[in-house]
Every structure is written in C-alpha cells, then in structure tokens.
C-alpha cells in the first residue's frame, strides 16, 4: 500500500538494498574486504586470548594494577558479567564465516558493514593491548572509538537487504557486542577515573553513577529507534551488563544500595524504551 514502510524500508543515501549476490558481481575490492574480515577476526581472537590471561598477559581485571576490577568503583560489574565476551567471540566467528563465504563477497549487506566489522575487531584488540599495557587513558580513546564504530555500523546495516541469514547474523553480533560495549564503556571511564586519584566521595560519587545509569537508558532509547531489530540484541547485553553491576553493589564492595537499585531499574527501564521504541518505529 503506498506511504507504508517498515523497519528495512529506510536507508541512507546511495546505499544500496539488494541483497542478492546473483544481481553484482563480485570485484577485487569485495575479495580484499572479506580477507580484511578474516584477517581482523583473528587480530580479535588473540587479543581475546591476551586479554584473557590463559596463556600469555594478565586477565582484564588483574592487569593495570586491578584498576578495572569488580571493586573498583560503583559502576564495575561483578566478574562473572565478563563471560558475555565468550558469546560475542563466538558470534564474530560466525559472522566472519558468514562474510567470507564466496556467495556473500558482492552481498549488498557484507559490503555495508565489512569494512566497519573489521574496524571493531581491531579496536577490540587494541583496547586490551592498552589495558594490559597501563595505559589507561588510551583505553577510554580506544573504547569510545569501538562504542561510535559499532553504533554506525548498524545504523547503516538497518535497511540494507542481505541474502539468506544475513540480517539475523548482523543484527544479533553487532547488537550484543555494542550493548556490552555500551555498558563497558562508562565502567572503564570510571576506573580510570578513581585509577587517577579523582575521588569525589561517596555520596556524589553515588550520584554520579546514578546519571551515568541514567544516560545509559537514554542511549538505549536512542539506538533503539536507529538500529531496527538488532535493538533486542542491544538490550540484552546492556541488561546483563547493569545486572551484574547491581549484584556487585548489593553484595560486593564497594556496596551501595543507591546504586544498586539504580541498575536494577535502569535495567528494566532499558526494555521497556526498547520495546516503546519498536512499537514507535513499526507505526511510523
């Protein structure tokens, strides 16, 4: 019916829409892109297996001096939220395999978010070599650039037509590892913070962590609205995330009642804008 569009109908400007690799031909440039895929995939694996500690470096929260540990400040999860990192890794895999199947190098959707895919592999690897090496500041660099690399990467993915499971493997990898970016993010700019000497006390550092929680809700309302329906793979993480940073300040140090319940709402306020902005997004 003319003037109805759904959540796919809308791309950018010169993006292209089909899917279909049997309507382009696949060029030298599709062929570099996909082993750049694969190249930055393994990049991504090993600085996991560096981040990790099980063979080479320190694990995350051991390394720097413990400056991102559960403890460090009130915005930390507890340790066991970093296990979602095992189900991120597994669903890059996925992707990359997806992405370098001959069948998906001229794919209208593989050429939107190759390159971007790749990019956040790399900046994935970079942020754990700046954390196992102390240098903490970079991190925060490091990690806004991956949170702003992620969050373009499925606003350009929403519209674009991808053959076979493509849109399902985009959407799903994407959207977990941007929700727990999201969420990682503000707990690094925390610990180097306090790693800094920057304590403003308890009661307004309780504050502080109040409104970062409140503009993570935010956030999530505004990806929500922008990233179609990778928007339920967003929040899923970024409710484990707050999750775990509840169960942290409620039986953990540093505890903190405030910010504990803090999380717990933000956590069921992030679905709840979630699920406004898809029934918004499927009137419009």
Known sequence: MAGRTTERSHTGAGTPTSGSAGTAKASAADRVRQAAVLLAAVVCILGGVLGSGVWIGEPVAEAAGGALSADATFLAPAGAAFSVWSVIYAALVVFT???TLPGRAADALARTVGWWAAASMVLNAVWLLSIQTSYLWLSILVILGLALVLGLLLVRAN???????????VGVTFGLYLGWTSVATCANVAAVLVDAGVDP?????ELVGVGVLAVVCLLVWLLATRVGVA??????TVVWGLAWIAVGRLGDEPESLVVGVAAVVAAGASVLLTALASRTVRRS
């Open 201 to 205: 006390g308890r009661r307004v550092g």
């Open 159 to 169: 519209g674009v037509e991808g053959a076979g499971a493509g849109p399902v493997v």
């Open 231 to 236: 928007r339920w793979a967003v929040v899923a």
């Open 97 to 99: 395999v997806w992405h």
